[in-house]
């Protein structure tokens, strides 16, 4: 996790994010979102290989979570496959930035 000069928060997950990291990442973003409160959140997803639906949920959820708290949340830089998974399941488009093509 870094924090950019503008106090965007960057997480930045790697490899397969599975069941094992559901409950880290969850009350990673949690934390972030209700006591940190930055401006932006933005998850980085470029070294994810895979998502599972458990931490897909987590993603989809926290973004109006977000919202009430006056974080803007930003999924940046998912793959192709992973960017399918969590637009079907509900991230809204504005917020989903795949890697470029």
């Known amino acids: 996790m870094r924090t950019r000069d503008d106090g965007t928060i960057v997480l930045q997950p790697h490899g397969e994010v599975g069941l094992d990291a559901a409950v880290e990442l969850r009350q990673t973003l949690v934390h972030l979102v209700r006591r940190v409160r930055p401006c932006r ?7 994810v290989t895979s998502l599972d639906d458990i931490n897909a949920g987590t993603l989809v959820a926290i973004v109006p979570v977000a919202d009430e708290h006056g974080v803007a949340v930003f999924l940046d830089n998912s793959p192709a496959g992973v960017a399918d998974l969590l637009c079907a399941c509900g991230v809204p488009q504005q917020r989903l930035r795949p890697l470029p093509a």
């Not at 959140?41 to 070294?47: G, H, I, K, M, T």
């Open 41 to 47: 959140l933005v998850v980085d997803l470029a070294e």
